[in-house]
């Protein structure tokens, strides 16, 4: 009775996974820099813009906003580095299916003990 369970479409779909958490991080990143670029630019040109003061407020305006969306970018990198290090650690245990056997085999277990435990 040495079945093997097939996992091929669980693998996939969890590589898949993986990969848009990889280009999720590689978005943040590029979110971040661009908006440090266009921030340090404005900066450098506020001379110009100052010209006119109708577009202070939007100047201004246009900062906050680069300002809020570096410091989310910079605050969702570890939290997106957390997410990676879980779905990691779930592709490496459903990478075998002894792992995937184990644990069910542990969570009936539990289910049973619990059971009989409630029944007495």
């Known amino acids: 009775m040495d079945e093997k369970i097939d996992l091929s479409g669980l693998t996939k779909i969890l590589d898949n996974l993986k990969e848009r958490t990889l280009r999720n991080k590689d978005y943040y990143k590029f979110v971040i820099g661009l908006s440090t670029g266009a921030l340090l630019i404005s900066v450098t040109f506020i001379d110009k813009f100052s010209l006119l003061p109708a577009y202070k ?19 969702l990198l570890p939290k997106h580095d957390s997410l990676e290090t ?10 075998k299916a002894e792992n995937v056997l184990y644990g069910i085999e ?15």
């Open 86 to 95: 879980q779905w990691n650690g779930i592709i490496d245990l459903l990478s």
């Open 106 to 120: 542990q969570d009936v277990n539990k289910l049973i003990t619990r059971f009989i435990i409630s029944t007495f």
């Open 57 to 75: 407020p939007l100047t201004v305006i246009g900062w906050i906003c680069l300002i809020i969306s570096i410091i989310t970018g910079v605050w």
